[in-house]
């Protein structure tokens, strides 16, 4: 696994804790929001940002 694998493994599985414990419909608002936020924080950043990002991400200098 890499680095990141066991931080995604723990919120799968916790996601599935809590749409068995939460109630149905505020289960599924709180798993969106685990995923809507930050793919619109992503989604608001320009060009540049993204691929400085990418390129921290890869190890590369900008």
């Known amino acids: 696994m890499s ?3 066991p931080y995604i493994a723990t919120g799968v599985v916790l996601a ?3 749409l068995w414990i939460i109630p149905g419909w505020l289960a599924w ?3 969106g929001a685990l995923i809507g936020i ?3 924080a ?3 950043l320009d060009r540049g ?3 400085r990002i990418r390129n921290m991400r ?3 200098l900008p």
């Open 3 to 5: 680095n990141r694998g």
């Open 16 to 18: 599935i804790i809590a």
């Open 29 to 31: 608002f709180v798993f």
């Open 38 to 40: 930050p793919v619109v």
């Open 42 to 44: 992503w989604l608001t």
């Open 49 to 51: 940002q993204r691929r």
């Open 58 to 60: 890869n190890r590369r």
